[in-house]
């Protein structure tokens, strides 16, 4: 059996099942207070950020001295200045093209780099047997939990002063300057992004169907080719999921991008973001359209996505 | 192609519209108090003495932004183009944990802007101290209380860069002309005129200690504002911690400053709001004739709504925080230090260059900014409030201290003065309970 | 805007991306030629290498660092036992921010993944259930930093008389009430800084455990129903035992979000108010109070709250071993 076709009977059952229940739960709750109910969370989830998008497109003197919902009222004002102030002003409160830019280069490696060394590190986690295998594979899970800021430091002093044990040189610094220092970040988020991504698609690679390894295995097939051929096309619901997960992570993060690239030049999108203020606050009227230029991207490669996104989801984690 | 879908696609495409629409041009700038770059600092023959600086590059960190940032980058600019080297400067919104994590992490910046000289001595052991060309240049520039504001164990590491002076109260000239007040020289006269003014029907005094998680400290300065002009020995103890914070005299002073804060009579909407009134907006209600006073550093002149005339015959401004004992002439100072994580040619050359009179003059000029660098002329400043406060700091006469709150620990002076303040201000704890509980939290 | 800015970041990208095509080309090579003879340590060590290298220079070493710090005193300099530890127990304010932080822990998993619970059966089967999902789902796209100025929008609080610009305040005034400072509102503002924090996670919640609703099987509930079960009982008996690993999986991954939280904490009270939380205060007290020994105290309490969750963890994987063997 294909999987596609089994794919496709999942999914006709699994909305048959849903009307039935929904019948059943029709009758629990009345329909009516039910639809209230989820409409009003819906409402709820969705006022604060439409509260966000309205008041970026007010001209400042309306944020300043009146809520958004005044908007509805006198919708007249609509203005696109801060936008524009905040893309592409030479000021320092402005100008975050660039670091727009700066997301941008660093999400793409910050997403490939550990997604492709996960599934590697699980492929062989799951299906290599080798001693102390499943110690190897519960320190790589609990490592999901030092916390970040207690790895900046040590991680930044191998970048710029290298790693030395006695007078032995195990790595030389880097001395990376300008742009350049956006390899650091790279690096950094490829690290701190590994160990969730090698749980998650251990928990999913372990639940390929084991014969269809050993006929590979019996047509002589090696590891790295069953894991090219056979691993990775069955996968790759898995690995979109993770990578959007990733690709959140490292377009949202505001401490990695600050410690490993400092300078104005080379600071992410996110990083910039709460110091647009100003020194005494007064630049906050900018905040909303800069908040809401950083959160459009992942908000719209989310939505995209989202199937991909549960589906990965599901079958990774939820059987385990 | 489903509903979610086609939803999504229609955010994306309005996102990009929106983009696209705000690509129509770089906006015009505001230029409001903006002056330019004086002659002289334009002027390459004066830019010399740092020799050829070309290709070299200094890294600086500060807790400056925005506006601000751009006013200090511009005064730097010929410093760069006339030597070649290369200023990269960043502000951060985090000043003292991107420090502390760049320092132990070895990557320092070449020059960093403490706006706390207490924080300095986190980092003695990697900052690099003043050369003896610099020790000259800061000597020279600045007034003894100053240069020991830089020094750390009586090694000299910062010379002082931007100055401003906090013993300020705010007022409405026009509205004490109307009415035919003067501006009071004694704690007492401030007093009796506070009296007459609730007297005839106005509450004296603003208020406002809300500033997000900074709440307390406009009220930190209170505190201080009192308790220096009791006596800059008993000052200088307290912030050192000689004697404790709860000494019977720091609570006197707390209570002094009660007389005013939770005085129901005294304070614009009832001393309760005090807390929860942002200090940016709590002085507005003077221009209005609600309130008379209010108790803020010079920088609150940068914070009047637009259009309002900060000037000695205007709609508000500033007279000093009144003495309490005769002949006294003290202020209360804030302001950045100038230390450096590297020995480079450049750095060294660039320190030279914030500590000179050159830069000084010209910084004045490129924006609201205030000095207390000698030799100076306060009339450079671009607005009324600057030249009174530069005139203030560049005079040797005046005693000047650091804000206090800033010297001390940062689990005091960060943290449990500022929530006692506001507990005291609310009415929570009493002068006493807050002085011990402060003490109680000295590390 | 300076084209060669665009030149160089973009430059640098590419260069990146071929390099690290060409590290995966050799370790493919590498692992082909351990294939080749067959020898199964030397194929995982190739396939496990880039992993565990960086691993250990990115997060064993710097752990291992900060279990030893935790025994020394502010500057790293002299051995000081169990003071950091004492401290942390005993200290009034370290033992408010324990406290803060159990609250966090407790309260945010398990509103979070019920709330998500019974979003996600009010929306089964219901019309336009997708679009339901994605509006809740969405907040898990924005960032923390993103999500608080977002938030200030509702808690934001201006004197009384003056015109509120927070939605919460404004609906106060509306009701005819006062407005509050909420943030600085003891203690009640930790709860309003857990809402946000739910805000985001409830979307996951829903999401998984809606899909794994639709996993139930068909035949168990037509069974218990011919059985005479009420719907309720339907619910409590088979729905949820159904996807009972399901919401543990949500209530596990929260619980760690939770712990680690450390923005939203500071980007709206920076800890005042009594709202400081454990990876919050760790920070501050590593970076801006330059205690490093209590900032290294609080990161090992951290790693030991989640020690029973690797132990669950662990557990499951022994009894998953166990069943395919």
Not at chain 1, 30 to 36: G, L
Not at chain 2, 3 to 24: D, E, F, N, P, Y
Not at chain 2, 241 to 250: G, T, V
């Amino acid at each position: 059996m294909s999987t596609r076709t089994a794919e496709q009977a999942a999914a006709q059952s699994a909305a048959r099942i849903g009307e039935t229940r929904g019948e059943r739960l029709r009758r629990i709750l009345s329909s009516r207070v039910a639809s209230v109910v989820a409409i009003l969370i819906a409402a709820l989830w969705t006022i604060p950020t439409a509260g966000l998008f309205i008041s970026s497109l007010r001209p400042d003197d309306d944020i300043r001295t009146s809520g958004w919902w005044n908007f509805f009222a006198d919708p007249g004002s609509v203005s696109l200045y801060n936008y524009n102030y905040v893309l592409y002003s030479d000021s320092q409160g402005g100008g975050l093209i660039i670091n727009l830019i700066n997301t941008v280069v660093i999400t793409i490696p910050g997403v490939v780099v550990p997604v492709a060394f996960a599934a590697l590190a699980a492929y062989a986690l799951s299906w290599i047997k080798f001693r102390g295998r499943n110690v190897l594979y519960v320190g790589i899970f609990a490592l999901q939990v030092v916390p970040l800021q207690m790895a900046l430091i040590p991680l930044l002093s191998i970048f710029s002063s290298g790693l030395h044990i006695g007078g032995l040189t195990l790595i030389p610094a880097w001395d990376l300057e300008g742009v350049n220092t956006l390899i650091q970040v790279w690096i950094a988020h490829s690290i701190f992004g590994l160990p969730l991504a090698v749980f998650l698609l251990h928990n999913f690679m372990r639940e390929l169907p084991s014969d269809v390894m050993e006929a590979a295995r019996i047509d002589g097939a090696s590891h790295s080719q069953i894991f090219r051929k056979v691993v990775l096309p069955l996968v790759t619901p898995a690995i979109a999921s993770i990578a959007i997960f990733q690709f959140l992570w490292v377009w949202n993060d505001f401490l990695v991008g600050r410690t490993f690239a400092p300078g104005e030049a080379t600071r992410p999108l996110t990083a910039v973001l709460g110091d647009m203020a100003g020194t005494w606050g007064f630049g906050w009227t900018r905040l909303p359209a800069a908040a809401f230029i950083a959160i459009i991207v992942p908000l719209v490669v989310f939505l995209l996505l989202q199937r991909f996104f549960v589906r990965g989801l599901l079958a990774g984690s939820v059987k385990g | 192609m489903s509903k979610t879908r086609r939803i999504s696609c229609l955010a994306a495409a309005a996102s990009v519209l929106a983009l696209a629409a705000a690509a129509c041009g770089a906006p015009e700038e505001e230029d409001n108090d903006r002056g330019a770059v004086p002659d002289d600092a334009t002027d390459c023959a004066n830019y010399e003495q740092y020799g050829d600086l070309e290709g070299e590059t200094v890294t600086v960190l500060g807790s400056i932004r925005d506006a601000e940032a751009d006013e200090m980058t511009e005064a730097w600019e010929y410093f760069q183009s006339c030597t070649g080297a290369t200023v990269e400067y960043e502000g951060t919104g985090e000043f003292e944990s991107d420090m502390a994590v760049r320092v132990d992490g070895g990557n320092a910046p070449d020059v960093a802007l403490f706006p706390q000289p207490g924080l300095m001595s986190n980092f003695t052991d990697t900052l690099v101290p003043a050369s003896e060309e610099l020790t000259a240049l800061t000597t020279e520039g600045w007034t003894e209380d100053w240069v020991n504001y830089g020094t750390i164990d009586g090694t000299l590491y910062a010379s002082p860069h931007s100055s401003n002076a906090k013993s300020f109260i705010w007022y409405s000239p026009t509205f004490f002309a109307d009415n035919g007040y003067e501006v009071p020289k004694t704690w007492d006269e401030l007093i009796t005129l506070s009296d007459t003014i609730a007297a005839s029907g106005t509450t004296p005094w603003c208020a406002g200690f809300e500033s997000g998680g900074a709440t307390g400290w406009p009220g930190t300065d209170w505190i201080e504002d009192i308790v220096l002009r009791e006596g800059t020995d008993l000052y200088d103890q307290w912030v050192s911690h000689e004697i404790p914070f709860n000494d019977p005299r720091i609570v006197a002073a707390i209570d002094k400053a009660g007389t005013v804060l939770q005085n129901e009579d005294y304070v614009y909407g009832g001393t309760d709001t005090i807390s929860a009134t942002a200090f940016q907006e709590a002085g507005f209600p003077i221009q209005t004739g609600d309130c008379a006073f209010m108790r803020q550093a010079s920088f609150y002149g940068a914070m009047w709504p637009a259009g309002t005339n900060v000037a000695e015959d205007g709609d508000v401004f500033a007279f000093r925080f009144p003495e309490t004992n005769e002949g006294d002439n003290t202020m209360l100072v804030g302001g950045e230090f100038v230390a450096a994580f590297s020995d480079s040619e450049a750095t060294e050359a660039f320190r030279q260059f914030l500590a000179s009179e050159l830069y000084h003059n010209a910084r004045l000029q490129t924006g609201p900014w205030s000095t207390a660098r000698q030799g100076v002329d306060p009339a450079n400043a671009t607005t009324p409030i600057n030249v009174f406060a530069t005139e203030i700091l560049t005079d040797p006469a005046v005693t000047v201290r650091f804000d206090g709150s800033d010297l001390m620990p940062g689990a005091v002076g960060a943290s449990s003065f500022w929530t006692g303040i506001v507990q005291w201000v609310d009415g929570d704890k009493t002068s006493q309970q807050m002085a011990d509980d402060i003490e109680a939290s000295w590390p | 805007m300076n084209i060669s800015a665009y030149l160089d970041r973009f430059g640098l990208l590419g260069l990146g991306l071929v390099a690290f095509a060409a590290v995966l080309l050799a370790l493919y090579g590498l692992a082909e030629l351990a294939s080749r003879r067959d020898r199964n340590r030397a194929v995982a060590f190739v396939f496990l290498a880039p992993a565990v290298l960086f691993l250990l220079i990115g997060l064993v070493y710097p752990a291992i660092r900060t279990v030893v710090m935790s025994f020394y005193d502010s500057k790293t300099e002299n051995f000081v036992g169990l003071d950091n530890y004492i401290w942390a127990v005993t200290d009034p304010d370290a033992l408010q921010i324990l406290v803060n932080t159990a609250m966090w822990i407790v309260i945010v998993p398990l509103v979070s993944t019920a709330l998500g619970l019974v979003y996600a059966v009010l929306i089964d089967g219901r019309a336009g259930e997708k679009v339901y999902k994605a509006l809740v789902f969405l907040p898990m796209g924005i960032s923390f930093v993103g999500a608080s100025i977002i938030w200030k929008f509702v808690y934001q609080y201006n004197g009384a008389g003056g015109e509120q610009i927070g939605l919460l305040n404004q609906i106060m005034v509306w009701l005819g009430g006062d407005p509050v400072n909420w943030l600085n509102a003891q203690p009640w503002n930790n709860l309003l800084l857990m809402v946000v924090l739910v805000w985001i996670e409830v979307g996951f919640a829903t999401v998984v455990l809606s899909a794994a609703l639709k996993g139930v099987p068909l035949e168990i509930v037509e069974a218990a129903r011919i059985d005479g079960a009420n719907p309720r009982e339907i619910f409590w008996n088979v729905t949820v035992p159904s996807i009972r690993s399901a919401i543990i999986v949500v209530a596990v991954t929260v619980f760690i979000a939770t712990l680690k939280l450390f923005d939203i904490v500071r980007a709206m009270t920076q800890g005042h108010h009594g709202t400081d939380v454990l990876a919050h205060n760790m920070v501050e007290q590593a970076f801006r109070l330059f205690e490093r020994g209590r900032g290294a105290t609080l990161a090992v309490l951290l790693f030991l709250l989640v020690v029973p969750v690797v132990i669950y963890q662990v557990r499951n994987m022994r009894r998953q071993e166990m069943e395919t063997r």
